[in-house]
């Protein structure tokens, strides 16, 4: 119900796994590789993950979603290594019987990949730079 | 001839990230870390002094020495100390540290050189002297008070700068210090289960891979828990992150970090996330 993987997302796969017949509405939601991040111009992206605990974590994640929201289906998956623009980073879908369920589902699984998985990522700018996101505090060099 | 010697036991300092005032904790036995400090201070010098907070009004039942300045940290402490008696030298102690004894006070006592203007023990994470088990000779005051007047705030800092009689440790864990929750954990679990060497498994993760040089490493630590550990590691990388920042999973589940460390763990640290 929720992995990483290295390969590019394969959504049409996804959606087709979505369908059920007690479902009434199918949601998706693809996070895709933008071009620019806080006025700097990005070239593509990397994105670690620590494979066991964000595969553990996710399951929990999209478990608890189907319960909360009684849906028929759900399903993530979250890239690694190294994606250009336009790629998709990751694909939530999820079938329920009404639309509200479905978009909420979909919402609540999004933000929690975000907030409990142990994923990484690292902009490459056209500048030839580079720097993890969300971690300005991770570099080196403590001093006084 | 050397100037006969004063104890100061810090316990000035705001305890902000204890959330309660670390001299006040018990952390083995039943004397708090104030009244343990003091004790030994007062087996191995002339005479103990508490140094208090400028606005500090609570009692106390030792003789107290309040600093001459708001907010300036340890150093305003030792300032005042020299005002008291500037032809005294001071053994200064934090009080947060509840693995210190009477005996490394002794041998720091008996490898003292009053010819420096410090004696002082170095740090068993990184190397560096330690300003808070420290011998200050009289000699020390003026290069003190410029420093404070120049708004230096860090004791490691001021250390940096003076004439240093600079000592290994006997005991190895002597200075690991408290200052919050997880790290009392880590000293209570330590002093009543005793310190036991694990070999552990730790993956540095995203960005910390980066700062650490590696992946992973097998390491070997005495620390009792998850905390533990990473003040260990922290200090040996130098990462600027704290402990707040991180989390940690153990045998890849999430884990608290008063989590306790077993022989053979495998410890992964999660710096920020940034998935999605």
Known sequence: MFHLTKDPLALAALRQAASHSHAGAVVVFEGTVRNHHEGREVLRLEYEGHAPVAEKEGRRIVEDAVKRFGLDHAQAMHRVGRLEIEESAVIVVVSAPHRAEAFDACRFIIDEIKHRLPIWKKEFYTDGTSAWVGCEGCRQGHQH | ?276
Not at chain 2, 30 to 38: K, P, Q
Not at chain 2, 158 to 173: G, Y
Not at chain 2, 235 to 245: D, I, P, Q, R
């Open chain 2, 1 to 276: 001839m050397s100037a006969p010697l004063h104890g100061l036991l810090l316990a000035g300092g705001k305890s902000r990230r204890m959330g309660t005032d670390k001299a006040e904790l018990v952390v083995e036995g039943n004397l708090s870390l104030r009244d343990r400090g003091l004790q030994i201070l007062r087996r191995v010098t002339t005479s103990a002094q508490l140094s208090i907070a400028a606005d500090d009004t609570r009692p106390y039942e030792s003789t107290t020495v309040r600093d001459l300045r708001e907010d300036a940290g340890p150093l305003a402490g030792l300032e005042a100390a020299f005002q008291l008696d500037p032809n005294a030298a001071w053994l200064v102690m934090a009080c947060d540290l509840p693995f210190l004894t009477e005996s490394v006070l002794e041998d720091l006592i008996a490898r003292r050189d009053p010819a420096c203007d410090v004696t002082c023990f170095t740090s068993r994470f990184d190397g560096k002297p330690e300003p808070l088990c420290t011998i200050y000779e009289p000699s020390a005051a003026a290069p003190l008070t410029a420093a404070l007047d120049n708004e230096i705030r860090c004791a490691r800092k001021f250390l940096s700068a003076v004439r240093r009689h600079e000592l290994s440790l006997p005991e190895e864990t002597a200075l690991d210090n408290c200052n919050r929750p997880e790290d009392l954990a880590e000293a209570r679990l330590s002093l009543s289960e005793g310190r036991t060497t694990k070999t552990i498994t730790v993956e540095f993760c995203g960005p910390l891979q980066e700062a650490a040089g590696t992946a992973s490493a097998e390491i070997e630590t005495q620390s009792s828990t998850a905390a533990g550990l990473w003040e260990e590691l922290r200090m040996a990388h130098h990462f600027s992150l704290e402990l707040e920042a991180i989390r940690v999973a153990i045998n890849e589940e999430f884990q608290p970090w008063t989590h306790p460390l077993a022989h053979r763990d495998r410890v992964a640290l999660f710096p920020p996330f940034a998935g999605g």
